[in-house]
């Protein structure tokens, strides 16, 4: 087994049946990623659009490709004939602009919505205030061609533990305040990266989007 098979198969064996994997291969080459294909992997997330489309068009098509990145209104088009769902999704603005493209091409897409727990203002995610008031306006049940799967989110970037923890459960508490506005198909809580995605599973992760613990550090 490959260096790259092997972090998978040790990373699922600690992970509870319902915990899925997305192995983030962004910066990555494809002989990495069909490395991790052959193991099995078949969810893989990716952060920029250009680099997304090239990796579609040239793997295997049945690779489940996530956009886990800051996504721009004006690439959404390029990703939505064949992502299977978008993470990232922080703005009224985005969701409309997925929505519509999707219509366009006979697709309903799946999202999640970022929500920013982290202290660092740099992070990116709707302010949980704001994604309040989006919500109860009601736009969302109106775009038909998107489906809200859950919520997503990145804790603070720092070794302290009980920081970590409390951007999760603050994550965990958002989802669940979240979920009587959706149907049942509201089931993901994604967080958790290489460094704190054990943690995240404590507090009730059910994917987890791990990068370099899989392929190794980015070279950026
Ligand atoms: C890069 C990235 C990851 C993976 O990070 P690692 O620390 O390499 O596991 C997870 N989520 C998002 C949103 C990312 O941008």
Known sequence: MGKIAENISSIKATLPSGVTLVAVSKFHPTEAILEAYNSG????????????????????????????????????RAIVPFISLIQSVDSA???????????????????????????????SGWEYPEL????????????????????????TNTDDEARIRADF??????????????????DTLSMGMSDDYALAVECGSTMVRVGSSIFGVREY
């Open 132 to 155: 309040l008031d989006f919500l109860h306006r009601g736009a969302v049940a109106e775009m038909k061609n998107l489906r809200v799967r859950g919520v997503m989110g990145m804790a």
């Open 169 to 186: 459960e603050q994550l965990a508490q958002y989802k669940k305040e979240l979920a009587p506005m959706f149907d049942a198909s509201f």
């Open 41 to 76: 992997q078949r969810i893989f997330g990716e952060s920029r659009v250009q680099e997304l489309v090239a990796k579609h068009a040239t793997l295997p098509q049945d690779i489940e490709w996530q956009m886990i990145g800051h996504l721009q209104t004006n690439k959404v």
């Open 93 to 123: 603005r985005l969701s409309e602009c997925i929505n519509r493209e999707a219509e366009r091409v006979g697709r309903t897409i799946d999202i999640l919505l970022e929500i920013r727990v982290a202290q660092e203002e740099s992070k």
